[in-house]
């Protein structure tokens, strides 16, 4: 039992130390907290693009905080790996009595406690902007965005420990553009033709149409759930087998 709570307090005392990291990190603070908001306000305000049927303060809190995931748990995450394995941090920590497994544990803490408060930030503007979701969405939703969470942390471990820290840095970017377009803020039904298929497939769509679903419809939408679930599976596979601690 005193093996197992050290163990919880060395996991704890390092996701401390990768959420203040996160949060007191300028250009990471901007991606995850400062755009997302921004983006809310953007969409919640304006009249394009078109969001769906429904009330566009909520679908535009929902895509908000579709982002939030992908810019914390993805692209976040991925810059700050990749960095810290370039610099040799992850080889060091992994020999420590943290050891690897407490250290990828650590991380994922640190993005939930990221993402705590940017729902806190994203739910209060939202609010103010008019949002009103439905009451029976909201355990859906935190289901979403956890299992969200889960599949963009693998694929952002997959980049970080597979690439070189300014390869990851100039793709993770790339990525968060691009998945803007691809179901995070918008319907993937909106896309044109077999893109909306393709983009229902990923897992930037699954998490925004999940979102939207739960947090707009009050729906629980399992087969975005498995989307997202199939992508976590195979991307800790792949990260499994081919990251890198050094180099």
């Known amino acids: 039992m005193s093996t197992a709570a050290a ?8 996701a401390g130390f990768e959420t203040r990291t996160l949060l007191a990190n300028g250009e990471q603070l901007l991606v995850s907290v400062l755009l997302p908001c921004l983006v809310l306000a953007g969409l919640a305000l304006g009249s ?5 049927p429904g009330s566009r303060a909520d679908l535009a809190t929902a895509g908000a905080l579709a982002l939030a995931v992908v810019s914390t748990a993805f692209t976040g995450q991925a810059i700050s790996t990749g960095f810290d394995r370039r610099a040799g941090v ?8 943290l050891g690897r497994g407490g250290l990828l544990a650590a991380k994922g803490v640190a993005v939930l406690s990221v993402l705590a408060l940017q729902v806190v930030l994203l739910g209060a503007l939202g609010a103010a902007l008019g949002a009103r979701p439905d009451a029976g969405g909201i355990l859906p939703t935190m289901v979403s965005l ?14 970080a420990g597979t690439l070189r820290a300014e390869a990851v840095l100039a793709v993770a970017n790339l990525a968060w553009v691009l998945l803007l377009g691809l179901g995070v ?18 897992p930037s769509g699954a998490l925004g149409d ?3 679903l739960s947090f707009v419809d009050g729906a629980w939408p399992w087969s975005q759930w498995a989307v997202l679930v199939a992508w976590a599976v195979v991307g800790g596979l792949l ?5 890198r601690w050094g180099g």
Not at 7 to 14: E, G, I, K, N, T
Not at 147 to 159: K, N
Not at 239 to 243: G, N, P, S
């Open 7 to 14: 163990a919880r307090r060395r996991v704890l005392s390092r």
């Open 48 to 52: 394009v693009p078109d969001l769906g």
């Open 90 to 97: 992850l080889r060091l920590l992994g020999t420590t009595p």
């Open 146 to 159: 956890l299992l969200g969470s889960a599949a963009f942390v693998a694929l952002a471990l997959l980049l």
């Open 185 to 202: 803020l918008a319907p993937t039904d909106q896309l044109p033709g077999g893109l909306a298929t393709v983009a229902a497939l990923l």
């Open 210 to 212: 999940a979102v939207r």
């Open 239 to 243: 990260t499994r087998r081919f990251f």
